[in-house]
């Protein structure tokens, strides 16, 4: 299976990755990959950049080392309603827009308050994925997520970052195996994510790799591997 795009991707800009977006994307044309996604953490997030660093993406070229870079956050879930840390004038520039609970930015929920809170993220037409839902201190309703993310069309990422043995997401390959079993169950499109906090990572999928070739996942589902599917998914131009 042939991957060609890496939604989840940071740079020195969000406090506690190292290494430069044109780093990022010359790993990317290393790994023959066609695009890769701009998601630095967004203000509330410790140590993230200031709302200056997103309104001001404007002035990046659509194209680095040959690799399509689109302009994006990852954003923090901050309350049990879904609403992330971003408004809306930011959001709507935005070419890709991740959701993710993050410790620092809001508490362990209950299994009820967790699904509630990104069934009601997913309900936003300006979120197109949900990062690393595999985090087991998350714990939530499977099928009423996986079903939210077949309704609204908002992906659930296999976060590669998550399998690893020394992932900061303790139980997360378990949970990951359920959700992505649930998925596949009712055919629902997916994505996987390196979370690449170093140029090294970008496009590096093994652990994610290896769980969709055991539940045999079909390629037309994992939209990593056609980069028009996954720009008409989100609504982007090729």
């Not at 009601?120 to 985090?135: E, F, L, Q, S, T």
């Not at 997520?145 to 998550?162: F, M, P, R, Y």
């Amino acid at each position: 299976m042939e991957y060609k795009l890496d939604i989840h991707t940071h740079t020195v800009s969000s406090g506690h990755a190292y290494s430069s977006l044109e780093e990022n994307a010359r790993a990317a044309c290393a790994r023959g990959l066609e695009l890769i996604a701009m998601t630095d953490h967004t203000p509330a997030m410790p140590g993230g950049p200031h709302i200056f660093h997103f309104y001001n993406m404007r002035i990046l070229p659509r194209m680095i080392a040959g690799v399509r870079v689109l302009k994006g956050a990852e954003t923090n879930i901050i309350d049990y309603n879904g609403s992330v840390d971003l408004d809306e004038e930011v959001l709507e520039q935005m070419e890709l827009v991740i959701a993710s609970l993050h410790p620092p930015c809001i508490a362990f929920g209950t299994v009820g308050e967790n699904t509630r809170t990104l069934v009601r993220a997913m309900d936003n037409p300006r979120i197109h994925i949900i990062g690393h839902p595999g985090d087991a201190r998350y714990n939530f309703d499977v099928k009423e997520v996986v079903a939210a993310s077949k309704a609204t069309g908002t992906l659930l990422e296999i976060n590669n970052s998550s399998l690893k043995p020394t992932s900061s997401r303790p139980g997360g390959d378990v949970f990951i195996r359920r959700i992505f079993e649930e998925c596949l169950s009712v055919e629902a499109p997916i994505v996987i994510g390196s979370d690449a906090h170093f140029s090294d990572a970008v496009g590096n999928f093994p652990e994610a790799h290896r769980l969709l070739k055991e539940l045999a996942y079909p390629e037309e589902l994992i939209l990593n591997t056609s980069t028009k599917r996954f720009l008409d998914h989100i609504g982007l131009e090729a």
